[in-house]
């Protein structure tokens, strides 16, 4: 597995980096275009403040882990300088979105926007230390946690009482971003945090029967016969999975590594498209007809993060399944996703796999699960597996 290292590495800093900075960064008005055509053209200029973290996020990332790149650390101030100025209402909820001179567009309905801001200037207080950017990333975590129970606020449309359901991606991103910024906060907070998502993910919402982690659930957790009940996201399931390899890693817990690799395995089985190949974006548990409509297009997000989750769960085991569907995953995503003559990735496919949107980037898609993955990847296969030892996970 050690001969993809280098492949996901080059394509990190050859192909897919340099497309974003050479297009990305809106010297104007400050942060970063995200609508980028296949040509690297701007073709929508609204600032998605989820976005922007994430990219904040992403170059702050790789300064502080792969080199100091004075490049690297201009293009995270450069957004953060922007954020910083125009991201947040009065009370320190983060916009939607903006204009691309800053002024708000849709209100701070989504904590997500939240979430890759905390998360962005967490990882820039750690590459220029500046109290601001600390106090930005705990006052906007501690934001975050006191939204939980309602994440929309006066924003939300449900009405209360009838179907009170709760949605799996806050405590899969709370998995992930607790670790990114926890040097910004209190250990006790961190632990006890890491402590509740774990049970949120592997006893609320998986379905030990099903052997797959439901969308949403009752507040209960109990199963809710419905079409948002019935939903299933693979990619989301995926992605929360090596997340919680890593709190494995982090807690030496060889357990908890082997139930999650044995649920990744079920969950791509699960996922992949008999018929075309990929892996679904949505299934409904019970088989019936969804009303996502894109139910059976092939996205770039769902894909490089089973090629993360396999990767690892590869690392950590040695299973040679997992090793299996990462050659699988690889083969089919590489060869549809990827963009050899313009850079960066194309987004969306239909279900047989053929380009759907010319797009690098727009609301949805920027500068994050891409390079993300193709780092993460690269770093841990050049590593090749990490056996068990009698202590643990030999480290």
């Not at 010297?27 to 609508?35: L, N, P, Q, S």
């Not at 600032?47 to 996020?57: D, E, T």
Request: aromatic share 16%; with cysteine; proline share 3%.
């Amino acid at each position: 597995m050690k001969e993809y290292s280098n492949i996901y590495r080059d394509e990190l800093f050859q192909n897919v980096l340099p497309f974003w900075m050479k297009y990305s960064k809106d010297e104007d008005c400050g942060g970063y275009f995200t609508c980028l055509d296949r040509f690297g053209n701007v073709y929508d200029t609204d600032k998605f403040i989820w976005l922007q973290g994430r990219q904040l996020w992403m170059f702050s990332m790789l300064y502080n882990n792969v080199e100091k790149r004075q490049e690297w650390l201009d293009m995270a101030e450069h957004g953060a300088a922007f954020l910083k100025k125009y991201g947040r209402d009065a009370a320190g909820n983060w916009y939607f979105s903006l204009n691309r001179k800053g002024a708000p567009l849709v209100q701070p309905y989504n904590i997500f926007s939240d979430c890759f801001a905390a998360m962005g200037f967490g990882a820039l207080y750690k590459a220029n230390p500046k109290d601001e950017y600390a106090d930005i990333a705990r006052s906007t975590f501690d934001n975050i946690l006191k939204r939980s129970s309602n994440t929309k606020g006066q924003y939300n449309k449900v009405y209360p009482g009838t179907r009170d359901l709760k949605n799996f991606a806050l405590p899969m991103i709370l998995s992930n971003l607790s670790q990114e910024i926890e040097h910004t906060l209190d250990k006790r907070v961190v632990d006890g945090l890491i402590e509740k998502v774990v049970h949120e993910v592997l006893d609320v919402f998986y379905q030990k029967d099903a052997g797959i982690a439901l969308e949403n659930v009752y507040e209960d957790g109990s199963f809710c016969d419905s079409f948002e009940g019935r939903v299933v996201n693979p990619g989301h399931n995926l992605e929360a999975m090596w997340f919680l390899m890593d709190i494995g890693v982090r807690l030496n817990d060889r357990k908890l590594i082997d139930t999650v690799v044995k649920i990744s395995l079920d969950v791509i089985e699960y996922g992949w498209d008999k018929e075309y190949g990929g892996i679904l974006y949505f299934k409904d548990i019970k088989g019936h007809p969804l009303q996502q409509l894109e139910w059976d297009q092939k996205l770039w997000w769902v894909h490089v993060e089973a090629l993360v989750c396999m990767a690892k769960a590869y690392q950590l085991t040695g299973n040679e399944s997992c090793k299996k569907w990462f050659e699988k995953v690889h083969e089919y995503t590489w060869s549809r996703f990827r963009d050899e003559e313009y850079g960066e990735w194309f987004g969306y496919l239909n279900r047989r796999g053929e380009v759907l949107l010319q797009l690098k980037g727009g609301k949805w898609k920027g500068c994050f699960h891409v390079p993300r993955a193709l780092y993460q990847v690269w770093r841990v296969l050049e590593k090749g597996v990490m056996a068990p030892s009698r202590e643990g996970i030999a480290l």
